[in-house]
């Protein structure tokens, strides 16, 4: 409660009226970090965590949406696009659009307009 509590005043106090939680179907099944790792991961209660920071946020009239994961390191917020497959490398790459790959390395990513983002 304390958590939750603190993302969404963290929220407001930025003025912030909607908050964005990626959220994925069973991915905690294929995480490989090692038998202790694991254990100690799977063991976190994430859903829980979702569920409070939306109930919290409500109260506050904060709006919260939870989005798949997929795709976000391919595509780009500042241009406006959704993370999904048709704003994807292998999608941009066939629809003949450049630059292909704007994910430079990890926290790095190019604009369509050139621009270097922090990730």
Same mark, same amino acid.
């Given at each position: 409660?304390?958590?939750?509590?603190?993302?969404?005043?963290?929220?407001?106090?930025?003025?912030?009226?909607?908050?964005?939680?990626?959220?994925?179907?069973?991915?905690?099944?294929?995480?490989?970090?090692?038998?202790?790792?694991?254990?100690?991961?799977?063991?976190?209660?994430?859903?829980?965590?979702?569920?409070?920071?939306?109930?919290?946020?409500? /109260?506050?009239?904060?709006?919260?949406?939870?989005?798949?994961?997929?795709?976000?390191?391919?595509?780009?917020?500042?241009?406006?696009?959704?993370?999904?497959?048709?704003?994807?490398?292998?999608?941009?790459?066939?629809?003949?659009?450049?630059?292909?790959?704007?994910?430079?390395?990890?926290? /790095?990513?190019?604009?369509?307009?050139?621009? /270097?983002?922090?990730?």
């Amino acid at each position: 409660h304390k958590a939750s509590k603190r993302i969404v005043d963290y929220a407001l106090s930025c003025g912030a009226n909607t908050i964005v939680i990626g959220n994925n179907k069973s991915w905690k099944r294929s995480s490989d970090m090692g038998r202790k790792n694991n254990q100690n991961f799977i063991g976190i209660p994430h859903k829980v965590m979702i569920d409070m920071i939306q109930y919290k946020a409500n /109260l506050a009239g904060i709006s919260v949406i939870r989005t798949n994961e997929s795709y976000t390191s391919q595509t780009s917020a500042v241009d406006h696009e959704k993370p999904c497959w048709e704003n994807g490398n292998q999608s941009r790459k066939r629809q003949g659009k450049t630059p292909i790959n704007r994910r430079i390395h990890r926290g /790095l990513f190019q604009s369509n307009n050139g621009r /270097l983002v922090n990730a």
